[in-house]
């Protein structure tokens, strides 16, 4: 069965996310693409949704719920070291600052041990990015 962690947080002021999970992963090299970017849609209205893509037999999902605005197109990006070693999970808005007001948010990955991961929040206005609180229980 594959392991399973994840990355959670409740945030009332996040405007700008930005979180990058990076995990060691006992992989063979193969002819498999190491990377790859998604675009989807953040969907505001206070309902969660669950954004889900895989690379290789590693999966990430972030789960999200947020307000104000119409959709915004964000970005999941996925990738492997060249020594097939460390699997990363990124998710990012393209345009730079979100209009949306992010209630609630998860990442979690399957496959992998996560052993670093970071977030940040800006708000509008500011230039400033401010690390969010992880726990990586």
Known sequence: M????????????ALLVFVSVAAFVPVDASAYPTSKSVPFDVKPGGEKHTV??????????????????TNEEWMMSLGLSDDDTMFSCTLWRPQGKSYLFFTQFNVELKGAKIHFANGYVSTVGTSLCLPVNVNLS
């Open 52 to 69: 889900t893509d895989s690379l290789k037999q590693y999966q990430c999902s972030f789960t999200y719920a947020s307000q104000g605005g």
């Open 2 to 13: 594959a392991n399973q962690n994840k990355l959670g947080a409740v945030h009332t002021v």
